[in-house]
Each structure stands twice: as C-alpha cells, then as structure tokens.
C-alpha cells in the first residue's frame, strides 16, 4: 500500500534557480526555476565536484552533467524530491546513482537531478541493514537491506550471525538497488538464480513519490516490475533478502580445455546436478574464461595459476591460440571439510580437460566471494582502474553458442587481436529465473553469459566498441537471438525488440508507476537525452 505522507512544506518552496540552455537542434531550451519543498533544497548541490562526479561512471565513455546532485538523508527525502518533479509543470529527470558502476551512462541524469544513494548509505539512522530474523511467511531466514547499501557491507553483517544470501555478483561493491534493477548474475546464479529471484519483498518509491511495500503476494505487479526494471518503475528503498547459513571456507579448482566442445558439454552437465539448497553434492559456483595468446595468464579479476606453471600454458597457448578455462568451486565447513575432497573429485570425474591442467586451492569464503577488491586496489595503486570500459555483456542460447564460438572467439577477437581483458562464458538454468520480472533472457532451458570486461585507453576505447558492434551484427546476420545484459540501446524501437513480448506489459507499468517519465532517463528507454 501506498504510505501516506505529509506535504505542507509545500505551501513554502524554496526556488532553486539553475539556468541552463541547450542549443543543440531538436532538443528543448530548459531554465530554471525547478521548485523543491524547503525542507530539502539544502541537500541539492550544484558545485563543479558534485556535478563532475555525477557526470560520469566506471565506463568512462559518456559524459552527461546534471543540473544538481541530491545528497538524501533519509527515503523520505527521496519521497520529497520526486514528487516535487512530479508534481511540477516541468518535471525534471532523476537517476539514482549507487556506486556510479554503470558503463554507459545509465545512471546519468543530463539537466536533471542526479540522485546520490551513497550519502543515503552514510546518513541513514540504523545502518541500513537489520539483524538477520526468520520470517515466518517464508519458512527461512532473511535480512532486511537498504537499496543504497553494498553487497560487501550485507556480507559483513550477516556473516556475523553466521548468514550469507546465496547468491552474488563477481564484484560486491556495488549496490544492492543497483544489482536489483538488472539481475545480479555470477558463478552461483546456475544453482540459486540470479539476486532477482532471492528477493522476498520491496519497499519501493514510485515515479509518483508513493512508498508501495510489494511482495510476490502484495502489489505483485511493481514487485516483478522493478526486479530487472532498470530502475524505471521506482527507487529500491528496502530488499528483503533470502539467507542460508553460510560456510566457512570454499574448495577453488581451475582446470583447462583445448577444445569448446568438451568445455561446453561439461558445464552443462555439472549445471544440470544443480540440486537444491541442502544438496551438499552439488557446486556452489560455476564459470568459464577465455585464455589467448594475447593476454596475460592470470587477469586482474584474480591471480590462480601459479607461476611455474605459466610455461606449459603459453606453450599450450602459442599451439591451440584459445584455451577455455573452466572454474568451479564448493562450499564447505568443519562438518564437510573431511567430504569436500571427495565430493568435489566424484562431481570432476569424467571431464574432459587437458590432462595435466587442474589446479585449486582452498581459501576462506569472504576471501574468494571479494576476489576482485585486490584486483581493483592493485590497478588503482597502478592508475589502471579509471579508465574507459568499452564492455559488452549479452545472453547466448545454447543451441547457437557454437556458432558463436567459431563466429566471434575463433574469428572477430583472434583476427582484430585487441582483446586483453576477462572475457567469461558460462552457461546458466532458466528454471532460476522468474518470467514475471523484467528481466530479459533467451527463450531456451540453458543459456549462456558472455562478457567481453575490456578496459582500454582513453584514446583506443573506440577500437573496442567497433568491435563490439560487429559482434552483435555478426549474431544479427546469423540469426542468434541474443539478449544484451546491462544493455545499452539508443532507439526506443531497438528496446522494444529487446524486450520483446515483454514490451507491451514494460510499457504499462511505467506508465502507472512513472506517468511522467522521470525515473532513470540514462537508460534512453523512454527518455532521448542526446
């Protein structure tokens, strides 16, 4: 239900006077003045830090300045902001930004209000995380999370209570509205789906300024509406997360293929003993990469081989050009710590990867789940982490990853020979996910992720992109249905073959839940903002 919520500071606004003129053809000529209520013009800030921070993301691609940045000290200021948008003859745009890790733009907000949900994170009375408690209607235990808060931080805290959700991202320091309006996929997603479907319940504020709590069973349509969403129906105040206990300690094996047929056909069958959560037999995580002559053997997403090793790799390297790298790991703990061994070599038994070529390594649970931070710190300390990230993310249906393979890794990646970064492939159950979530999938049983993580130089980011392109014009002409994930589109009819059947009903719940469409203009659904 909606939360009732009192406005009689609007009797009293408070003019924020920011003039800006846009002389670019076919675009409108925007001056101030934008009214907000008094109580929050103090949180808006329109200094060069505030509007320079807001203007880009990890991408590094575009650039998009706001006309100011909100900084909330509760949802109630969000509440606030937005219906005085909405509310306004001229209503302005606003994007919440998390922890501003979009690569193209999507949580910009150009001549809008950029939303910063880190001073959420920062202000908020209670730390924005609840103690973990059994929630009677769902028969297991869950923690109630800000939508500003990071996935690092909810590790940390339920961990103390012995708690973990299940499933994750490759990197935790993003936040959790932000996972939420994608998907949130990794390693785990084949076994516990994607962090969409290990969600119980949602306070969300609408387009409209209204606080709804949505469930499966109340307000079912905004709640599988936002999941996946986008950020276009509301702002995630409040996710109510599924917990599992959580293990102490995970068993990490990389083993390597020389060819993509028996890769494939392998972590397919080690998807398919997905089990359920008590099936101590089954994997806990699931992934693969590329290995090329081009790149390093060890990236900057974790350092595995050792180095003794890396001779006998490069020779298989310089023979074969692409190896693909298979990673699995199981959790265990000190009642299976005696079974691990075992359980882990019956579920490899059989694959077929290059004799010789098996590796692992036992680490703590904490330490492989935040296996990206040293990574990160490394380029940091190097100057390597601000820098472009021309990425490309996407769905491939399993009957057409062959033809993707010889059409894009063995041909476009080996011939232009610009590809160093992580480039992951592996496969995931559609059985996990949940069809009334906004969420886009291939229509098939199992389908597979593929990400090309580039990270460039600022002036040969565009070779990247070219190459992107011509991946996806490559499916295009060869008739593979494939689903870009964190997509970036620039048409409204290109988003509506993305959505596909899905458009119509995508349509209909912005517009009841964002009539306006003042929600996420960066993601250029309903918004052209160039």
């Known amino acids: 239900m909606a939360e009732t919520f009192p406005f009689s500071t609007y009797v009293v606004l408070t003019i924020i006077t920011i003039t800006r003129l846009i002389s670019t053809v076919g675009k409108t000529e925007l001056t101030g003045p ?22 880009s993301d990890y991408g590094n691609l575009v650039r998009h300045s706001p006309l100011a940045v909100f900084h909330p000290s509760s949802i109630y200021d969000i509440i606030s902001l937005i219906r005085s ?60 999370v800000g939508g500003e808060q990071l996935w690092i931080d909810v590790l940390q805290a339920t961990l103390q209570q012995g708690f973990a959700p299940a499933s994750w991202t490759d990197y935790l320091y993003l936040t959790v509205g932000g996972t939420l309006s994608n998907a949130g996929i990794s390693g785990q ?71 993509f047929s028996a890769f494939t056909r392998d972590q397919e069958r080690l998807i398919s003993i997905s089990g359920d959560i008590n099936n101590h037999k089954a994997l806990d995580y699931l992934e693969g990469m590329l290995l090329m002559h081009q790149g390093p053997i060890n990236n900057w997403r ?55 070529f098996y590796y692992e390594k ?27 990230h021309p990425w490309l993310n996407m769905f491939i249906p399993k009957s057409r990853i062959h033809d993707f393979d010889s059409g894009v890794f063995k041909d476009i990646i080996l011939k232009r020979n610009i590809t160093k970064g992580p480039v992951l492939v592996y496969p995931m159950n559609r059985n996990k996910w949940n069809d009334k979530m906004s969420a886009i999938i291939p229509d098939e049983e ?52 993305h959505f596909g059947v899905k458009w119509g009903s995508f349509q209909e719940r912005k517009h009841e839940f964002d009539p306006r469409m003042i929600l996420s203009p960066g993601q250029k659904i309903f918004n052209n903002i160039d």
């Open 85 to 144: 948008s909405y509310t306004s003859s001229v209503p302005f745009h606003i994007a919440a930004r998390g922890h501003g890790h979009s690569t193209r733009g999507q949580a910009m907000a150009p001549n809008g209000v950029v939303l910063d949900m880190s001073a959420l994170r920062r202000n908020r009375l209670g730390g924005g995380i609840s103690p973990v408690f059994r929630d009677p209607s769902l028969g297991s235990y869950a923690v109630d």
């Open 189 to 259: 997603t084949f076994r516990y789906g994607p962090q969409i479907s290990n969600v119980h319940e949602m306070d969300v504020i609408t387009g409209k300024g209204d606080l709804l709590t949505c469930s499966p069973e109340n307000n079912s349509e905004h709640f599988h509406g936002v999941l996946g969403g986008l950020g276009q129906f509301g702002i995630i105040a409040r996710a109510r997360i599924a917990l599992q206990p959580a293990p102490k300690q995970v068993k990490w094996v990389r083993v390597i293929y020389n060819d």
């Open 34 to 55: 934008n009214l907000v209520p008094s109580n929050i013009s103090h949180r808006l800030r329109d200094d060069p830090e505030a509007i320079k921070l807001a203007s």
């Open 362 to 388: 036992n680490v703590s649970f904490v330490e492989f789940l935040n296996r990206v931070r040293s990574g990160e710190l490394k380029l940091q300390s190097q100057g390597l982490w601000d820098v472009p």
């Open 446 to 497: 199992v389908f597979y992720t593929v990400g090309f993580l580039h990270s460039s130089g600022f002036d040969d980011w565009k070779a990247f992109d070219v190459q992107n392109r011509d991946i996806l014009r490559f499916c295009e002409e060869s008739g593979i249905k494939v689903k870009q994930y964190l997509a970036h589109y620039t048409t409204q009819q290109e988003w509506k073959n």
């Open 302 to 356: 974790s350092s595995f081989f050792p180095s003794s090793d890396h001779p006998k790799i490069i020779s298989l390297l310089v023979q074969h050009r692409i190896l693909y790298c298979l990673e699995v790991v199981k959790y265990y703990d000190e009642h299976s710590e005696h079974t691990v061994d075992k359980e882990m070599q019956e579920l490899l038994r059989g694959l077929s990867y290059v004799p010789g």
